[in-house]
């Protein structure tokens, strides 16, 4: 079985360009999360999705954004990028949204300069 | 609100050693506690998953406990070789029927050396 695949791996961008970055979840699965990692800051949850639907966002401000689609792939989006965007995304997968395991893919590393 | 905490932030021990890892958090309506590796610029590797109803779960040479009482959770790790050298997180999903909300909340980890 597959496991959760991000994609691209890694990304370079410009401070005020935008970024778009891709998880596919395990087959099977309907719920994709994404989380933050910073030195500084350790993992910070970014939002989830289940069934297409937003179900929770964390702090983060409105230049970060998501979606889902119907095959449960999920892409999320960042505008306007700032240096302290520079971070490790890391999408998890879960069959439903309660009281489950959660599945994490390699992540996909953002160097904003 | 809750927090998790991981004590020692960082550990160095020489193969073949027995050690414990700690995890403390400050609000017992939990769902369940899970226990990660991570790998440097990697992504997480779910270790073991105790739900909030069990006291212990072991995987190999892994063991970890959950005292949802107290607030704890420790992973024990037997026998250790250099390949277990990696971050060590734990994290802790809350109970969303006593007004959780549904995201996994993370320590900061504790980054283990084993030295051959």
């Known amino acids: 079985k597959a496991g959760v695949t991000q994609t691209p791996r890694y990304l370079i961008k410009t401070r005020g360009q935008q970024v778009t970055l891709s998880c596919s979840p395990i087959s099977g699965h309907r719920s994709v999360s994404w989380y933050q990692q910073t030195p500084g800051q350790g993992l910070q949850f970014l939002f989830e999705y289940f069934s297409e639907t937003q179900r929770n966002k964390g702090n983060f401000p409105g230049r970060f954004s998501g979606r889902q689609f119907s095959n449960s792939r999920s892409e999320m989006n960042v505008s306007t990028l700032e240096l302290g965007d520079s971070a490790l995304y890391l999408c998890?997968?879960?069959?439903?949204?309660?009281?489950?395991?959660?599945?994490f893919g390699q992540g996909t590393r953002l160097t904003v300069v | 609100k809750q927090e998790v905490t991981q004590i020692p932030a960082a550990l160095s021990v020489p193969e073949g050693e027995n050690l414990v890892l700690n995890c403390s958090f400050t609000d017992s309506a939990i769902y369940n506690l899970q226990w990660f590796r991570q790998d440097p610029g990697k992504g997480l590797t779910s270790l073991l998953l105790i739900q909030s109803s069990q006291r212990e779960q072991t995987s190999g040479r892994l063991n970890a406990s959950l005292d949802k009482s107290s607030g704890r959770s420790t992973l024990y790790i037997a026998a250790s070789q250099p390949g277990d050298s990696a971050t060590y997180l734990c994290?802790?999903?809350?109970?969303?029927?006593?007004?959780?909300?549904?995201?996994?909340?993370f320590g900061k980890g504790t980054k283990l050396t084993v030295n051959p």
């Open positions: 998890a997968s879960s069959p439903r949204t309660t009281n489950t395991e959660a599945f």
């Open positions: 994290a802790v999903l809350p109970d969303l029927t006593q007004g959780g909300s549904e995201k996994l909340v």
